[in-house]
C-alpha cells in the first residue's frame, strides 16, 4: 500500500542527492570573487614589484652619477688661471652649478686636463637635469652628457673652513685663492 509517509521521506531523501540552483548560484559567486581577489592581489604584486625595481634604477643611476662626479672632483687639478688680469684658482661655483679643471674625463681623454662644469637645468615639465660639460682647454664647445634628469629639487654647496677653523657650507664659491673642501 502507498503511504503518505513514506511518499514525503522519499522527497527528502531525493533532495539530499544534488545541489539546487540558489546552492549553484551563491557557489559561483564565492569562487569568482576569490578569483577577482587573487587576480588583484596579483596585480598588485606585480605593480610594487615593478616599482621597486624601478627605483633601485635610479638609486643605482644616482650612485653612479654621485661616484662620477666624486671621482672627477677628486682628480681636480689645482691650478690658477689668468681671468681679467687677475691669477685666480679654477674653480668656479654658485648653487645651479660649478666650474673646474680635472683630468678624470667622462670621455676618457686621456693626457689632457679637461675643463669640467656641471649645471642644474630646467626642464620643460618643470622637473630639474643635471648637465656635465667637458672641454679640453681652449675648445669653444664640449662634449655634453645629461647625467640626472626628472629631479624636483638640485643644488650645490661648497664646504670650507674659515679662520676661526670652523667649517661651514655656502652655496657660492667666490674665494680667489682657494679650493672648496668638499
Given at each position: 500500500?502507498f503511504n503518505a509517509e513514506d511518499n514525503r521521506q522519499s522527497t527528502i531523501d531525493n533532495s539530499k542527492h544534488g545541489f539546487t540552483l540558489i546552492e549553484?548560484?551563491?557557489?559561483?559567486?564565492?569562487?569568482?570573487?576569490?578569483?577577482?581577489?587573487?587576480?588583484?592581489?596579483?596585480?598588485?604584486?606585480?605593480?610594487?614589484?615593478?616599482?621597486?625595481?624601478?627605483?633601485?634604477?635610479?638609486?643605482?643611476?644616482?650612485?653612479?652619477?654621485?661616484?662620477?662626479?666624486?671621482?672627477?672632483?677628486?682628480?681636480?687639478?689645482?691650478?690658477?688661471?689668468?681671468?681679467?688680469?687677475e691669477k685666480v684658482v679654477w674653480f668656479e661655483g654658485d648653487e645651479k652649478g660649478c666650474l673646474f679643471l680635472t683630468n678624470a674625463s667622462l670621455w676618457?681623454?686621456?693626457?689632457?686636463?679637461?675643463?669640467?662644469?656641471?649645471?642644474?637645468?630646467?626642464?620643460?615639465?618643470?622637473?630639474?637635469?643635471?648637465?656635465?660639460?667637458?672641454?679640453?682647454?681652449?675648445?669653444?664647445?664640449?662634449?655634453?652628457?645629461?647625467?640626472?634628469?626628472?629631479?624636483?629639487?638640485?643644488?650645490?654647496?661648497?664646504?670650507?673652513?674659515?679662520?676661526?677653523?670652523?667649517?661651514?657650507?655656502?652655496?657660492?664659491?667666490?674665494?680667489?685663492?682657494?679650493?672648496?673642501?668638499?
Amino acid at each position: 500500500m502507498f503511504n503518505a509517509e513514506d511518499n514525503r521521506q522519499s522527497t527528502i531523501d531525493n533532495s539530499k542527492h544534488g545541489f539546487t540552483l540558489i546552492e549553484l548560484i551563491i557557489a559561483i559567486a564565492i569562487l569568482s570573487l576569490v578569483i577577482v581577489m587573487l587576480g588583484g592581489a596579483m596585480s598588485l604584486g606585480i605593480r610594487s614589484v615593478e616599482k621597486g625595481e624601478r627605483e633601485v634604477v635610479e638609486l643605482e643611476r644616482l650612485r653612479s652619477v654621485i661616484l662620477t662626479m666624486d671621482r672627477q672632483i677628486q682628480s681636480l687639478i689645482p691650478s690658477t688661471h689668468d681671468k681679467d688680469g687677475e691669477k685666480v684658482v679654477w674653480f668656479e661655483g654658485d648653487e645651479k652649478g660649478c666650474l673646474f679643471l680635472t683630468n678624470a674625463s667622462l670621455w676618457g681623454r686621456k693626457d689632457a686636463f679637461v675643463e669640467v662644469s656641471y649645471s642644474i637645468r630646467d626642464d620643460e615639465d618643470g622637473t630639474l637635469r643635471i648637465i656635465e660639460v667637458e672641454r679640453l682647454t681652449g675648445e669653444e664647445e664640449g662634449l655634453e652628457t645629461v647625467l640626472l634628469e626628472g629631479l624636483e629639487e638640485a643644488e650645490f654647496a661648497y664646504f670650507f673652513t674659515d679662520t676661526d677653523g670652523e667649517g661651514k657650507w655656502t652655496d657660492s664659491w667666490d674665494k680667489k685663492d682657494k679650493f672648496p673642501e668638499a
